[in-house]
């Protein structure tokens, strides 16, 4: 075989390797280079050869063998990327599978209608003031106008902690709070968890009050029924009207108990007013003197009004949800209908 022979041989054989042929290669290799490899052998004949043919023989050889040398590296160097590059291949993620998605979550219904009362008295003015859950009788009931034996503590079963300490059965402890820390004129809403002793399909252990709180030199019962009227129309519809009957609240003077009329109806009687024609949302009052001189404010300098409502109970009647349970047992279920 001459050189031309060989080489032609050599580089076909390299050309039709492909990533699984590793050995094929070495075998190549060791049939060029090896002990009994063809160009070994030629190497070996140079010695055969008249004198003066020697050198160029011996450098044509030895050409050849550096070339195809380093086309064996160059292929073996091939090889190996191919052999990752299958491997990877083999390994790749099938993005076309049907996996079940995760769901998104939303914003709790309850969540939902604090943040919309928020937004309506932040809009107008007011600021809003967290206050402690875990209360001293002082602020939950004393200051209040409650003393120890007042008949009102029966309005609200408290849970007590010490004979001193409870967890606020009502918001209006952050009325009072309040009060001691600014100084008038003041416009406060408070929302946040309360806890009672109840338990039935409308009342829950913990639920949600929004406390508010409007203090100035020339506020009266017009006032308050202004800011009432213009909240009921923001949440209920403007052709929301309301109505304020006569109550009892120790720390206001007077007190109301304030209805809208049904939403749903317009106060000719359905299943959400009860017939009615009128729901009742919330309590409210002209802030009581004994309340004012108890923080340190000056009942004949500055009057104020006040309203407290339950946020569950709000939320029910917008969602039409008939068990407070609902609320709170977080079935997603549940969830996924007010998304
Ligand atoms: N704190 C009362 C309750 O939980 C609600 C209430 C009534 C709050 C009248 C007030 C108010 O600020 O003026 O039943």
């Given at each position: 075989m001459d050189l031309k022979e060989i080489r032609a041989e050599a580089l076909k054989k390299l050309n039709d390797?492909?990533?699984?042929s590793e050995r094929d290669l070495s075998a190549t290799k060791s049939h060029l280079f090896g002990k009994s490899g063809v160009l070994t052998a030629l190497m070996r004949s140079l010695?055969?050869?008249p004198p003066d043919q020697k050198p160029q023989a011996g450098k044509e050889i030895n050409d050849l063998r550096i070339e195809l040398m380093s086309k064996c590296d160059e292929k073996e160097k091939e090889l190996h990327r191919l052999v990752i590059e299958e491997a990877i291949r083999s390994q790749e993620l099938d993005l076309s599978i049907d996996v079940p998605l995760h769901s998104v979550g939303s914003v709790h219904p309850l969540n939902r209608v604090k943040n919309l009362l928020t937004d309506y008295f932040v809009g107008n003015g007011y600021i809003v003031y967290d206050s402690p859950e875990i209360e001293t009788d002082y602020y939950n009931f004393q200051a209040l106008n409650v003393p120890q034996d007042h008949p009102a503590r029966d309005m609200q079963d408290t849970f007590f902690i010490t004979d001193n300490i409870l967890l606020r059965t009502q918001t209006s402890s952050g009325q009072v709070r309040l009060m001691e820390k600014y100084k008038p004129p003041l416009k406060m809403i408070c929302p946040g968890r309360v806890y009672r002793n109840d338990d039935d399909s409308t009342h829950s252990p913990v639920f949600h009050q929004m406390e508010g709180l409007v203090i100035d030199k020339n506020v009266t019962l017009c006032d308050l029924k202004g800011a009432l009227d213009g909240f009921a129309k923001f949440i209920f519809g403007e052709s929301t009207s309301v109505r304020f009957r006569p109550s009892y609240f120790?720390?206001?003077?007077p007190s109301v108990e304030v209805d809208v009329s049904c939403f749903n109806c317009h106060g000719k009687g359905c299943r959400v007013c009860k017939n009615t024609g009128w729901i009742e949302i919330l309590g409210a009052g002209m802030v009581n003197r004994k309340v004012f001189e108890n923080c340190g404010i000056d009942p004949d300098e500055y009057r104020g009004f006040a309203f407290g409502m339950g946020l569950d109970r709000i939320t029910m009647i917008l969602c039409a949800i008939n068990d407070i349970k609902l609320i709170w047992e977080n079935d997603v279920r549940f969830l996924h209908m007010f998304k």
């Open positions: 390797l492909h990533a699984k010695k055969d050869l120790p720390f206001t003077e």
